[in-house]
């Protein structure tokens, strides 16, 4: 049973739509796995060219994924027409970036009509296992449809 | 003046030289502009394969960037030898990142033996006029040298 | 079972003496509810004195209840003879403080020997039923006992 | 000369009754010490019951400071009869709140139709000398008026 009822009946398509409207994503190599009312999960594969001076992915690639699954789930229960925008977030980097793939897991903590604030958290996979490494809280804005 | 006295006399090349071995500033064209103890500038020009779906450069690129920026410019005032990794930062978007390039501005707030606090601020740069984009709270950890 | 175990079998008596030692607990009528390996939940009673302009608690108030939340439990995971220091935390406030009386549940969300992350919660209880009003990500520093 | 123009001819008299609206502060011990459109200094004495168990202030006391200054800054800019309610808060703890009094500055650095952005500092003062102890990035968002 979902935790929240969309108010858009479209919102799959919708938020598929805008997730595919950004170039950076193709750029990052990265998709939606899963799509839930107030919830997402993205993917991610590892890229030589996206690491830091480690050879692990940079933190701010990580951010990039973890901030899209802010935006991508708290844009699944706003009202059709509704634009997006990110008013700030918060990162705690927990572990260091390293692993085959990435996954990106966001809910949101509390919708609201202007504001909606979600949490997000990384996980490196190694072997099929997970590993925790990096979290946010992101706070979402909804901007009137036309 | 410089407000602050490297521990490294040779921080230049030291940090010039952790930049230039992270793949992920190449991928994403970011280069030093200027670089002095406890303080950076980056630059970055605009490239559509980074933008969302407005055609702005996105969030997570930006952050990227600050987040850089605010890790180099802590780096500068760490001992010889010394690792450096982000433990958490927190950014706010002020405006779209909308601009020809953008520069990326961090200064080091309280260098510690363990942690420093750095402030950093992006702007977007459109017929050579800046305009503030957003800002960056940023704690870095010294890592102990070898 | 717990989820993690503490390095200080005396974790539950070194916790409470250090936060029986502040006087900002007393004074803010903050109390400790329940304290395990990495956890704790704090209470406190509405107080007129502690609100803001509309009669809710102030914003500060519930984060001095958070960030107390987050220390202690990052504190209980500490070896024996630490002190602990709070480095930075973020607050997202979801609904005005209004209730007869308020929780406040933190866990650990990354152990370290000198970083350790927590979040915390908010909630109101109004009528025994409770809901969430605020949530930080903490932080924390170890620092090394004598 | 002023970096912001207010909205509210009688935003002086307008921030001063909201803030002396809250009894938090007076429970605090904190007053205004400056107030200019866009800009505020608080003042706080050092009183033993707000401390914690080195004596120092307590950092959620700081934090109550930091935050009425970011909201009483935001304030100042919003137009007449609009209110003001705090989106999130982060604050760096940089230094022991150890002195005879504190003041917490505040400036708005991106005001708008909804969402105001403030950084504010805290400092210590000992003997007429301030150390900068603790910094804030905070988020505010206006309410319509009647």
New interface residues.
């Given amino acids: 049973m979902p935790r929240f009822e969309p108010k858009n009946p479209d919102f799959r398509a919708t938020t598929m739509a ?1 997730f595919d ?8 190599g990265i998709t939606i796995a899963r799509l839930e009312p107030g919830e997402i999960e993205l993917a991610m594969g590892y890229r ?6 480690h050879g692990f ?5 990580i ?6 699954a802010c935006g991508m789930a708290a844009f699944t229960l706003m009202p059709k027409g509704a634009g997006i ?11 260091p970036a390293k692993g085959e793939r990435f996954v990106f897991r966001a809910g949101v ?2 919708p609201g009509r ?2 909606t ?1 979600c ?1 997000a958290r990384a996980f490196a996979v190694q072997a099929d296992a997970e590993s ?1 490494i990096a ?1 946010m ?1 992101g ?1 979402l ?1 909804a901007l009137a449809g036309s």
């Fill in positions: 805008v409207a950004q170039p950076a994503m193709r750029t990052l030589a060219e996206l690491t830091q001076q992915v940079h933190a701010g690639i951010t990039a994924g973890l901030d899209n925008l990110t008013v700030e977030f918060k990162t705690n980097l927990l572990a903590v509390k202007t504001i604030v949490e925790l979290t809280t706070t804005m």
